[in-house]
């Protein structure tokens, strides 16, 4: 079964209900080279993955070159792709001592203009705002994203890892809709679900995309009894269903009305093959909240 589209109708964009994330690129175990890379792409491509997830960050600077470089040698390929990107965290090294965030018009156009050389492109589908700046400006981050969708460079702007609040701050000064609030949300991490960031994306009519859905890998090599109970229950539905338990677990995302977008972290193909099939096994409500249960330790009020 292909990966579906899913679409963001205030933006005119669909983008594939998977995403591949580049994070870690560097660290495949196969290599990262541009026959590497140009395969995985590919192969997402082959599943219906069309969506990739960049930061400026990832790779020590490094995985936005490397993919660019594949889309310089293979120039057919920008035509089937989209490209998320971010850029706002600043590392410390020689140039900056300290770990600090910017979001100033000039390093935003900067940063913007450094990921298309780097990716080899003219245009950006979307760029998010890394990280919350608590000195951001919202009416001056607001007139970049305006300037660089007029000079074509970006389509769309968002953010990612973002409070309800912060949200809500850029986007009253931002004429346009923001793409997305990309955030950490996993069987460990289930806030976003209730401390109103997956409510705002629906009052909003926009779909969170979600970071870490597997907890780093924990839900496959448990190291606490909680991670052992969670997944022990997710082998129980799975064996229920005739699935593998990375199936259930990105299908049990697929339950949530806001529309979740899970980023996949995983160098694996196997992996990535796997999850593209969560789609045929669609679980019920009690199945869901059995899963949730055993995950946070304790039952709904």
């Not at 001056?140 to 309800?164: P, R, Y």
């Not at 976003?192 to 409510?199: A, C, E, K, L, S």
């Not at 789609?279 to 869901?288: A, E, G, H, K, M």
Request: with cysteine.
């Amino acid at each position: 079964m292909m990966v579906p589209q899913i679409n963001f109708p205030k933006h005119n964009l669909s983008i594939s209900r998977l995403v591949y994330g580049i994070w870690r690129l560097h660290e495949d175990k196969l290599g990262f080279g541009e026959d590497r890379i140009y395969e995985k792409i590919n192969f997402c491509l082959g599943l219906g993955i069309d969506t990739f997830d960049h930061a400026d960050i990832y790779g020590d600077f490094e995985n936005e070159e490397r993919f660019g470089n594949v889309l310089k040698k293979y120039p057919d390929l920008k035509q089937k792709i989209k490209i998320i990107t971010k850029c706002g965290i600043q590392v410390p090294g020689a140039k900056f001592p300290t770990k600090h965030y910017n979001t100033s018009k000039e390093h935003i156009r900067y940063s913007v203009e450094r990921s298309l050389r780097k990716l080899q492109v003219e245009c950006l589908d979307v760029v998010l705002i890394h990280r919350p700046d608590p000195l951001m400006d919202p009416s001056e981050m607001a007139e970049v994203f305006e300037s660089l969708i007029q000079e074509g460079k970006v389509k769309h702007f968002g953010v990612s890892n973002f409070t309800t609040s912060q949200f809500q701050m850029v986007q009253s000064k931002y004429n346009r809709p923001l793409f997305t609030n990309q955030v950490e949300f996993h069987l460990f991490c289930t806030e976003p679900m209730f401390d109103g960031t997956f409510d705002q994306m629906m009052e909003v009519g926009i779909h969170p995309m979600i970071w870490s859905p597997t907890a780093g890998g924990k839900l496959f090599t448990p190291k606490t009894d909680l991670e052992s109970k969670t997944l022990t229950k997710l082998q129980e539905i799975a064996k229920k269903y005739g699935a593998s338990v990375d199936q259930i677990l990105y299908s049990w995302f697929l339950n949530h009305p806001a529309g979740l977008v899970p980023i996949l972290g995983t160098n694996d193909s196997k992996r990535i093959e796997s999850a593209a099939n969560c789609f045929s096994f669609p679980l019920t409500r009690v199945d869901w909240f059995s899963i949730l249960e055993v995950a946070r330790g304790r039952e709904v009020a």
